[in-house]
């Protein structure tokens, strides 16, 4: 069998969704081609019929991962949820979605660090803060930040996740603070520090008209 009919036995699809489900039982490290073909029953060199190389392989699973996000329906899509409600909402449902998936922020993080994935979570996170008001060039900043705050929040709990799982993570004194607690609860904090953050942005921003407005109107009474 050549390998353009091997390739033909299996679509981009099954490629994809075995992969994911390589990822979720042994991990990226892990994830490697020759494990794949042999796991769809092909040589490695078919699935360069699907995918060039492993960089394309892993934004198409970056993708599914965060394509999770939109499908999980955040608390804040009712139409008169106010921005604070929807940037949270749109945090809380991309960490659910990474989550789901064994080192999910880690494949999400890598290919968005080499502009392969990631777009369309940085993309609800930017509407979200727009929603506001906000300019965006601001709301480009922010939907960035609120995205790397994510996925290293998410990459850490993952960590922590696996060492657990081995029984290695630290006690006592060195042990980690999210350890001691609700991993969730810090996450919302986090996300909350940086919402206030714009709120206090779009104050500033706007006190200096307010301060004029009253300063007209003080001058003509």
Not at 17 to 36: F, H, W
Not at 159 to 177: C, H, K, N, W, Y
Request: net charge negative; proline share 5%; aromatic share 4%.
């Amino acid at each position: 069998m050549t390998g353009n009919e091997s390739a033909r036995r299996h679509s981009r699809d099954d490629v994809a969704e075995t992969a994911l489900r390589i990822l979720d039982d042994y991990g990226l490290p892990d994830l490697t081609m020759r494990r794949l073909a042999a796991a769809l029953d092909v040589q490695p060199s078919a699935l360069y019929w699907h995918f060039p190389n492993k960089q394309t392989l892993l934004a198409e699973l970056a993708d599914r991962i965060v394509g999770r996000a939109a499908v999980i329906p955040p608390a804040a899509t009712v139409p008169d949820a106010s921005w604070p409600e929807r940037v949270r909402a749109e945090s809380a449902a991309l960490r659910d979605a990474l989550l789901a998936y064994r080192d999910g922020a880690e494949v999400v993080a890598s290919t968005a660090a080499l502009g392969l994935g990631a777009a369309p979570a940085q993309r609800r996170l930017e509407a979200a803060v727009r929603s506001g008001g906000f300019d965006a060039e601001t709301a480009g900043r922010a939907g960035t930040a609120l995205l790397h705050f994510v996925l290293g929040h998410v990459s850490h709990e993952q960590q922590r996740m696996q060492f657990d799982s081995i029984g290695v993570l630290a006690t006592g004194e060195a042990a980690d603070p999210l350890d001691e607690g609700d991993s969730a609860a810090a996450f919302a904090f986090g996300v909350g520090l940086l919402v206030g953050g714009l709120q206090r942005l779009a104050t500033d921003s706007s006190a200096p008209e307010t301060a004029g407005t009253a300063g007209a109107s003080r001058s003509r009474t």
